[in-house]
């Protein structure tokens, strides 16, 4: 005789499936809680990581023990541009300790770029075009210089010129140029040594904000004007 299949309204069989349930999500749960973490450590690896403030190079943009969201992959795909945010591995010219490899600054010039300062309203000059900073940093009455003394560069192919926002208290480009002497590559950074884009201050929630790249960039044309060629000397009489 064939078996019948069990009526679920009756008997004794349904009185062990909620039983048998809970046994089972008990024997799957440290396979999902394993899952879940290598998703994290993936994610983290590989596509956001989070990062907190230790110091005030960045101020007022950034305050100490802020904390802030990284992409990185977008730069997989291209280039830092100029006036964005990011966290990237410090040469070890710029290390206080070995410990502290982490840096963020702000992009201010890509390579080629021709970086002066400044023009008589006292900003810096990115390939001819005066730049507007509205993020230096300030302490309500005197904001900080763009240069802390006359300078023009060209970026090497494959570097960057990064600045911090209190420029007076920031071991960045400038600081690093003048303590070389002129050292252009000891002053830029590699970008492959960019570890991504800080895009969000997500905490505090008080100062949650988007790191977007202040409009007065837009401006800044690609690759410096040719300079005109000299004047040649007139012949005397």
Known sequence: MDEQPTDESTGDQPSGEPAARRGSFWRELPILLGVAIVVAILVRAFVLQTFYIPSVS?????????????????YHFRDPARGEVIVFEAP????????DKDFIKRVIGVSGDRIECCDPEQRLIINGQPLDEPYLYSDGAVSDAAAAAPFEVTVPD??????GDHRSSSGDSMDHYQRSGGDLQEATVDKDAVIGRA??????????????????????PDGPPEREPPVPAQPGN
Request: glycine share 4%; aromatic share 14%.
């Open 58 to 74: 960045m101020q007022h943009t950034l305050e100490i023990n802020d904390r802030v969201l990284v992409n990185k992959v977008v």
């Open 92 to 99: 070890p010219e710029w290390r206080s300790n070995t410990a």
């Open 158 to 163: 494959g570097r960057l010129w990064l600045l």
């Open 199 to 220: 895009f969000v201050l997500f905490w505090p929630p008080s100062r949650m904000t988007w790191l977007s790249v202040p409009g007065s960039f837009d401006a800044v």
